[in-house]
């Protein structure tokens, strides 16, 4: 009878909500050894996810930027072919020029250009100033011409 007695007047001092019978389950530490369970922060995880998102992004404009720049290189460069080439189609020349040789065209006084063999250090003591040397230039397969060289007038004008 002593220990029904005990049993009947004993109260359990732990809420009966907070105790389970699958400790595991639970979504804090129901003893002192279990692991530390805290609360995430989210707007810290916020914030480090849209820092990334905008380290990310600009990575990616910078790369789009560069490809941007060089495209308006290229762009100048063919631009600046096709001047120099209508330049020479315009250009007085007595001879037929061959693909893959280099010429050099030249401005006459009369601002009108022409196209020759003969480059501005191979014109010796006869040079006169008559001629003003544009640009050293070689003929192409497709009948366009590579630029090798310019004078620092041409590349002025263009600017």
């Given at each position: 009878m002593d220990?029904?007695?005990?049993?009947?007047?004993?109260?359990?001092?732990?809420?009966?909500?907070?105790?389970t019978?699958?400790?595991?389950s639970?979504?804090?530490?129901?003893?002192v050894?279990?692991?530390?369970?805290?609360?995430?922060?989210?707007?810290?995880?916020?914030?480090?996810a849209?820092?990334?998102?905008?380290?990310q992004?600009?990575?990616?404009?910078?790369?789009?930027?560069?490809?941007m720049?060089l495209?308006?290189?290229?762009?100048?460069k063919?631009?600046?072919?096709?001047?120099?080439?209508?330049?020479?189609?315009q250009?007085?020349f007595?001879?037929?020029?061959?693909i893959?040789h280099i010429?050099y065209?030249?401005?006459?006084?009369?601002?009108?250009?022409?196209?020759?063999?003969?480059?501005?250090?191979?014109?010796?003591?006869?040079r006169?100033n008559?001629?003003?040397?544009?640009?050293?230039?070689?003929?192409?397969?497709?009948?366009?011409?590579?630029?090798?060289?310019?004078?620092?007038?041409?590349?002025?004008?263009?600017?």
């Amino acid at each position: 009878m002593d220990k029904e007695k005990k049993q009947k007047g004993f109260v359990n001092p732990i809420d009966p909500d907070k105790i389970t019978e699958n400790p595991h389950s639970l979504e804090y530490g129901h003893h002192v050894g279990s692991a530390v369970i805290k609360a995430e922060d989210v707007g810290k995880q916020k914030g480090r996810a849209i820092a990334a998102m905008e380290h990310q992004t600009d990575q990616q404009l910078n790369q789009i930027y560069e490809q941007m720049q060089l495209l308006a290189e290229q762009a100048k460069k063919i631009n600046k072919r096709k001047e120099i080439s209508e330049q020479i189609y315009q250009a007085k020349f007595r001879f037929e020029p061959i693909i893959n040789h280099i010429y050099y065209l030249y401005e006459d006084e009369d601002t009108s250009h022409v196209l020759s063999i003969i480059s501005p250090q191979q014109w010796g003591r006869s040079r006169t100033n008559k001629y003003n040397w544009i640009a050293t230039v070689k003929l192409l397969a497709d009948h366009t011409w590579e630029i090798i060289d310019t004078s620092d007038q041409t590349e002025e004008q263009n600017i």
